[in-house]
């Protein structure tokens, strides 16, 4: 597609199971974030991936929370044991090769988690 | 540490009248200055960027921001603003190159255009 695509859109869970989000970039673009935006909050950065090398994940906020890419490609934000403090939109954003500081980020619209 | 604060977390503005969003930074080096715009229920859309140059950068839908070194100050600015402005509007920051990757956000200010 054109842009970030993000699945699920919403997504309600029962506190303690795991969760599972999905990030599709650009096509072309190497450098992906995920971000947390709380109600009411701004966005809080979790974890950032550029091409080949080590994630940055200087932002997640526990180890139930991490990330992967695959492929220089898709990315899945994995949430385990979930709490009701994890209830935020997540938003995933890429930028385009070449321009790494100056580039600005294409956000996708973002998956809703409700943990009840 | 980068960081951004954005003071203002509502702004009330009748339709027509000059639309000023406020954003000051904290970075060590050169700051790389970014405005994003978020609808109802949709993404962040960028806006405009300062990386060098001129301080007045101009951006989509009629929106500028004036970059103030002195005053460590981004303040996003619309001559006139339309009721189709209203929306949630953050400033973010980051370092030169070198200093990492994170793009560090402010807390968001919502823009309300009255008619």
């Known amino acids: 597609g054109a842009g970030v695509s993000q699945s699920p859109s919403n997504k309600v869970t029962e506190k303690g199971k795991d969760v599972e989000l999905r990030c599709d970039p650009i096509?072309?673009?190497?450098?992906l974030y995920w971000y947390r935006q709380s109600l009411g909050q701004g966005l809080e950065f979790l974890i950032y991936?550029?091409?080949?090398?080590?994630?940055?994940k200087s932002g997640l906020p526990s180890d139930r929370f991490s990330a992967e890419r695959t492929g220089g490609s898709v990315s899945t934000l994995t949430i385990q044991r979930t709490q009701q403090e994890d209830s935020a939109v997540y938003l995933c954003?890429?930028?385009?090769?070449?321009?790494?500081?100056?580039?600005?980020?294409?956000f996708g619209e973002g998956s809703r988690l409700t943990v009840l | 540490a980068q960081s951004v604060a954005q003071p203002e977390d509502q702004v009330n503005v009748a339709e027509g009248n000059p639309l000023t969003v406020k954003c000051t930074y904290s970075?060590?080096?050169?700051?790389?200055l970014f405005w994003y715009v978020q609808y109802p229920n949709r993404g962040l859309q960028f806006l405009l960027k300062?990386?060098?140059?001129?301080?007045l950068v101009k951006g989509s839908y009629g929106f500028e921001a004036e970059f103030n070194k002195s005053q460590t100050s981004f303040h996003l600015k619309k001559p006139s603003a339309l009721v189709s402005d209203s929306a949630l509007y953050f400033c973010?920051?980051?370092?030169?190159?070198?200093?990492?990757?994170?793009?560090?956000f402010g807390g968001g200010t919502r823009v309300l255009v009255k008619p």
């Open positions: 300062y990386i060098t140059g001129d301080n």
């Open positions: 096509s072309g673009h190497t450098a």
């Open positions: 991936f550029q091409g080949n090398s080590a994630p940055d």
């Open positions: 973010a920051v980051r370092g030169p190159e070198g200093a990492g990757n994170k793009l560090t």
């Open positions: 970075v060590s080096g050169n700051p790389y």
């Open positions: 954003a890429s930028r385009r090769p070449g321009v790494a500081s100056t580039g600005e980020l294409f």
